[in-house]
């Protein structure tokens, strides 16, 4: 399964931002997505987390401002970003785990490429 993450782009403080990740490939069922964030000298950390029935999580330097939603029939995970700030800069990945549907069932996680958002202050 591949996932293709689009919508990073540059922003002002304060701005919004909707990232989108379609994921793709042979017969797939798709369980839990979630959004992750890596900012420059730092580690990945996760950002927010949705489930297969749709029960979210989310890192407590973005709630209320991030919203996750993923649309089942189009196997795509979106994260909304409101308010954001400086500190929101960095690479944002997707990832996604499930089961490959094929001769045999095989669990995949898979990442998608990153997509950049710059915050200006």
């Known amino acids: 399964v591949q996932l293709q993450a689009s919508g990073g782009g540059l922003v002002q403080a304060g701005g919004s931002l909707r990232l989108s990740c379609a994921a793709s490939?042979?017969?797939?069922?798709?369980?839990?997505m979630e959004w992750h964030r890596q900012a420059p000298g730092k580690r990945r950390e996760l950002v927010a987390h949705i489930s297969s029935g749709g029960n979210t999580n989310y890192a407590d330097s973005v709630k209320g401002r991030f919203t996750i939603s993923r649309d089942s029939a189009k196997n795509t995970v979106y994260l909304q970003m409101n308010g954001l700030k400086p500190e929101d800069t960095g690479v944002y990945y997707c990832?996604?785990?499930?089961?490959?549907?094929?001769?045999?069932?095989?669990?995949?996680?898979?990442w998608g490429q990153g997509t950049q958002v710059t915050v200006s202050s």
């Open positions: 490939g042979s017969t797939f069922r798709l369980n839990a």
């Open positions: 990832n996604a785990d499930g089961w490959n549907l094929g001769d045999e069932i095989v669990a995949f996680r898979s």
